[in-house]
């Protein structure tokens, strides 16, 4: 099976830099990926990251260490429209490729 | 470009009713994928097709059919509605899996209560 651990709740000053972990357990994994969700809306991709190093997408990075079996997303500069629940998911080669979503953490950003 | 769309977008059943959910993507996507969120539990995977005519089952498929008679609609289907089945669902679509980089493009959601 899979299991994926994230911090639930962060908060952080608007302007700051924040870095949400995730560490997860799975016996195909393909890549790790990561979702944003505001309340009452639908999640949305920010990044994918298949090898080892950093993907940078603007004020947003991803990390990943296969051998950690580790991930972590970097928002910089934030704003108050980053205040959201970020969740991060395993992309699975077991069975047909699927993701698999951890419980998801929720970003407070404070003035 | 709609995207992925979803109707209704909000239902309220009784025990032992049933219902269909539908899902529509305009983006010639082959794999589509039905997911509920519930308080606290993130996305869970209920069923999913990697193709017009496929289904298989995901993470939680009991009490949930599926049918992909088209390769753009992806319908959802409650037999006979359980309280335990409340929830938020959403549908979801990708290219395909590995070159998509695990992207997948989710629809508003449909916000059930079985009352």
């Known amino acids: 099976g899979q299991s994926l651990e994230q911090p639930s709740e962060v908060t952080a000053v608007e302007g700051a830099i924040v870095q949400i972990n995730c560490t997860y357990q799975?016996?195909?994994?393909?890549?790790l990926s990561w979702y944003q969700q505001h309340d009452g809306g639908a999640p949305t991709f920010l990044s994918y990251n298949a090898l080892d190093g950093l993907e940078e997408t603007g004020r947003f990075s991803s990390f990943l260490s296969r051998s950690d079996s580790y991930g972590y997303l970097l928002l910089q500069e934030l704003q108050m429209k980053d205040s959201a629940s970020y969740f991060c998911a395993v992309f699975d080669q077991t069975g047909a490729n699927n993701l698999f979503f951890g419980t998801g953490t929720r970003l407070t950003v404070i003035p | 470009n709609a995207g992925v769309t979803q109707t209704p977008k909000f239902r309220v059943l009784k025990t032992g009713q049933s219902m269909t959910l539908l899902c529509a993507q305009d983006?010639?996507?082959?794999?589509m994928y039905w997911y509920r969120q519930d308080p606290g539990m993130g996305l869970r995977l209920i069923h999913y097709s990697v193709g017009e005519g496929t289904t298989a089952k995901g993470e939680v498929p009991d009490g949930y059919n599926v049918s992909r008679l088209k390769k753009q609609n992806f319908l959802l289907g409650l037999e006979s509605a359980a309280p335990s089945q409340t929830s938020v669902y959403f549908c979801?679509?990708?290219?395909?899996?590995?070159?998509?980089?695990?992207?997948?493009?989710f629809g508003p959601g449909t916000r059930l209560t079985v009352l």
């Open positions: 983006m010639n996507h082959e794999y």
């Open positions: 799975t016996s195909g994994f393909y890549g």
């Open positions: 979801a679509s990708s290219l395909d899996s590995v070159t998509a980089g695990g992207q997948q493009f």
